[in-house]
C-alpha cells in the first residue's frame, strides 16, 4: 500500500522509500516500496537527525490544510514534533484538539483589495477572459478579501452568472447603530412633551415608532438551510 504524501515527503528529504527485495534463498531480486509504516518510521527515524533542505535549513514540514488531517497523520505529526522536527498547519480557524492545542498560533492578515484584484485578474487571464480595470473593482467586493472567491467570480464571470450578493461576511453590520441612533432622538420627544414644543414632541414620536420598527424587521430570519438539506 503506498501513500503518496508520505513518499513526496521522504523524497524532498532524500529519504529512501523503497528497500531491497529477496528470494528464499536470500539473493536480491530487485526492489519494493516501503510500507506506510515503514515510510513513517524511516521519516521519524532520519527527519530530525540531520537531514536538511536546501541552503542547510532545518527540516520544516508544510501542511496547507490542517482541518484535512486524519487523526493517524496528527498522531504522526505529534511523534514529528516530539522528535525535534517544524510542523506548520494552516488552516483557516484552529480545530482546537490533539496536536493543535499544543501548536502555537499566529493569525495572518487579510490580502489587501489590491491582492485580491491581482488574483482576479490572473484567474481572468487563465480563463481567456477579457475584464476590464473597472469591471474588476465592480466585481472584488463580491469576493471581499477571499482569494478562492476571487477566482470563483471570475469563473462565474465567466460563465455568465449573475453576481449580485457577496459570499463571504467581512463587513460590518450598521442596524443595531441606525437603532441606538433613533432611540437617541426619542429622548427629544419627552423634551417636547415637557416644554410644550409639538414639533419636537412629533420628531421625536416618529425616531421611537421608527427605531422601534426597524427592531423588528432586524428579528426578520429567513430559512437558515437550503432546499434539500
Not at 5 to 23: K, V
Not at 36 to 43: C, T
Not at 205 to 216: D, F, P, R, Y
Amino acid at each position: 500500500m503506498r501513500c503518496p504524501w508520505r513518499s513526496l515527503i521522504a523524497m524532498q528529504l532524500d529519504i529512501p522509500t523503497t528497500e531491497t527485495q529477496y528470494n528464499k534463498n536470500g539473493d536480491p531480486t530487485g526492489e519494493k516500496d516501503l510500507t506506510v509504516d515503514a515510510i513513517k518510521q524511516e521519516i521519524l527515524d532520519n527527519c530530525p537527525k540531520g537531514y536538511r533542505f536546501a541552503y542547510g535549513e532545518d527540516t520544516l514540514l508544510i501542511l496547507p490544510e490542517a482541518k484535512r488531517l486524519t487523526t493517524s497523520i496528527r498522531y504522526w505529526l505529534e511523534d514529528m514534533i516530539s522528535a525535534g522536527a517544524r510542523v506548520v498547519c494552516f488552516a483557516v480557524a484552529n480545530p482546537g484538539r490533539d496536536i493543535f492545542l499544543e501548536m502555537l498560533e499566529i493569525e495572518l492578515e487579510l490580502p489587501s483589495d489590491a491582492h485580491i484584484r491581482l488574483v482576479m485578474a490572473a484567474e481572468a487571464q487563465r480563463q481567456g477572459l477579457e475584464i476590464s480595470k473597472s469591471k474588476l473593482a465592480e466585481l472584488q467586493p463580491l469576493a471581499g478579501r477571499n482569494p478562492m472567491l476571487a477566482r470563483k467570480i471570475i469563473r462565474n464571470e465567466k460563465l455568465g452568472l449573475k453576481q449580485d450578493k457577496p459570499e463571504h461576511t467581512q463587513y460590518v453590520v450598521i442596524m443595531p447603530v441606525i437603532i441606538a441612533m433613533l432611540f437617541s432622538f426619542a429622548v427629544v420627544r419627552f423634551i417636547g412633551m415637557g416644554t410644550g414644543n409639538k414639533g419636537l414632541y412629533i420628531t421625536g414620536g416618529v425616531c421611537l415608532v421608527s427605531a422601534m420598527a426597524l427592531k423588528q424587521l432586524g428579528n426578520v430570519r429567513g430559512a437558515r438551510k437550503r432546499l434539500g438539506q
